[in-house]
């Protein structure tokens, strides 16, 4: 199934409590979403398909935020989560090929005089992202001009955006599309401002070959159309697998 092969070491490096803990966002529709007391979703497939991998139950730790879910693998309260790649978030985990790409998306009210992305970056502009989000820290980096604010969660953004009546709501695509259609008397700009490159990852502090066992599984995850299908069940549309890494 994969080009690692699984050992004892590898086994326990993942699920040294018995089980694979892992820790899911529920804050990104894409990739996990509730469906009363359960959760479903891309990420939650994948984790389940790991956990076989190995040979061991999976237990599930749902978090509202990207940030919370960053740290709960960061403290070792999760084994493996699932993460937009980003530098900031490079420090504590250790990421794996990205397993599918995702567009990050702004919103306006529908007489907004801006037309394009490129608009955004101006001073007096006011812009809504969620906390600790992938979008967050991109645009921490690549914003000059206009002001930040930063909402609880990434689905708490667009209602924060209407109460505080500010410019610009940034995040999930798919999630401004869903708040727009809810509310009604906004639109999205063209395009998209990043294209975000989910994947799976782990403390950078387990093994080598642990690491190199956990990429290999995403890789052929990818290759064998799991999780194009997984992408197909979960009706998720606007998310596209990765290509195959180097590729």
Known sequence: MHNSFLTHDIKNSFAHTGRLRASINVGNPILAKRGGDNVGGV???LAQAFGDALGVEVEFKVF?????SVQ????????????AIDPLRAN??????????????YLVAENSALTSNHEVDAPG?????????AYDLFLSREIKHAEIIRSATSPTVV?????????????????????????????LLPGNFMVI?????????????????????????KRSGYVGESLITNRIDGATVAPPDGQ
């Open 43 to 45: 990420s939650v497939d």
């Open 64 to 68: 509202e935020s990207a940030r919370e």
């Open 72 to 83: 709960a693998v960061s403290n070792n309260n999760a084994d493996i989560g699932f993460f």
């Open 92 to 105: 504590e985990i250790a990421f794996t090929p990205p397993y599918v790409l995702i567009e990050g998306s």
């Open 125 to 133: 502009m006011r812009l809504v992202v969620g906390a600790g989000s």
């Open 159 to 187: 209602d924060t955006y209407v109460d505080i009546s500010a410019d610009v709501a940034a995040g999930v695509k798919q999630q401004l599309e869903a708040d727009s259609q809810r509310l009604g008397g906004l639109r």
């Open 197 to 221: 490159r989910q994947a799976m990852g782990c403390s950078k502090s387990l093994p080598e070959a642990a690491l190199r066992f956990l990429r290999d599984f995403i890789e052929a995850k």
